[in-house]
């Protein structure tokens, strides 16, 4: 049965990495000693060994292991052998770029619908969906395509924002951008605010955390769904 | 020779479309009676009659006629044959996308190294890059390649925003995107400021409006350049 943990954000403000999360993931992962972690995301270019030593030091405090897939001389091998899973955030065109060019999605969809826990903060979140049409981030390299994981059946918008009424900046809002996508696509997007995830055991979606998420579908006003709602009754 | 207007936005907060670029425009394009529009970036979704009607609105307060491309047949002989082209903003990924279905690239740099003024905001401007690889909008549709026409020997991040201190979102700054863009690619970027444009005239590119302009490049120190500098000595 798929387990997994998708979550807007690492670290919310005034917080340390994951520690908003950890009493969640030391339950999470309450069966596994080592958790794989894939590092291809490189926030601000952090090499593989530097971001998975950050990964490591936070899971060390609810006293689990963890190995980098680039530590594999396989990395398939390494996916299919894994008790658990994490992708980190960072960029999710490059992170998608690495998943192609290491060609690991067949191994990625195959250990988690048999069951392995897998847990995505920000990039590794909106892999989760169908595709990454709905990322944030700079398109600094040329990915092979733009579908990914489909675990889900939407897509996600992570670091989710709302308009700021403030702003006297011109560049599109959040909510415009969902819009636009919506002029060429069908698939629905869920726009996650940091400091909420989705908890997926099987066919079941729990938004958790203490915001509500904000629902976009095509040809349809956006919803907010309160913390704790059953998202799977959306689609 | 070349001759280019490469502006960050359309509109600056509290103005009306294109106004606070108008005198400047009367003049860029005074030897053209009418100006081909280019409008596949689609602001909002809005169709390319919409949005070409908000440009014809605009240009006759200058007494410039506007035509969009997609109401001639052939969208490579409306360019050959333009007296002057604008392109607008909008979304750079569904851009360019339709600069590629619709072949006319070799048609623009055709154009613009043969003396057709050239104006562009925002994404219309972020093409004019050598790749549109710093663009801030979502990848809402894939484009067959992220190269660009490369009328600078540099890319455009449009609508350049300083990072805002009293933030509590833990999204990456503009800086942090592009600083993650050089730890893949050489090409520098200059952040453009709304209200800002660069004027091209052959080899010459001079940044005009009020504001400074943010240039990155790999393996320096960001640098803060004046309004009214002469870009091109920095290549």
Redesign the interface.
Known sequence: MKKLLIAS?S????SEYLVYILPTLADFFKEAGTILFIPYA????KTYDEYTAIAREAFATIDKKVIGIHEYKNPKEAIAQAEAIFTGG??T??LVHQLYKNEILSALTTAVESGTPYMGTSAGSNICGVT???????????PP??TTLGFIPFNINA?Y?DPNPDS?????TRE??????????ETPVLGLR?GSWLEVNGASIVLRGNHTARLFQQNKDAVELATNTEISEYF
């Open positions: 954000t670290t919310v403000h005034g490189r926030p601000s270019g960072g960029n065109f490059e990454m049409m709905n990322t944030n981030d700079m398109p600094i390299v040329y395509s733009f670091h924002l006297t900046h011109m560049g599109e415009t951008r969902i819009k636009e996508y919506h002029v060429f696509n940091e």
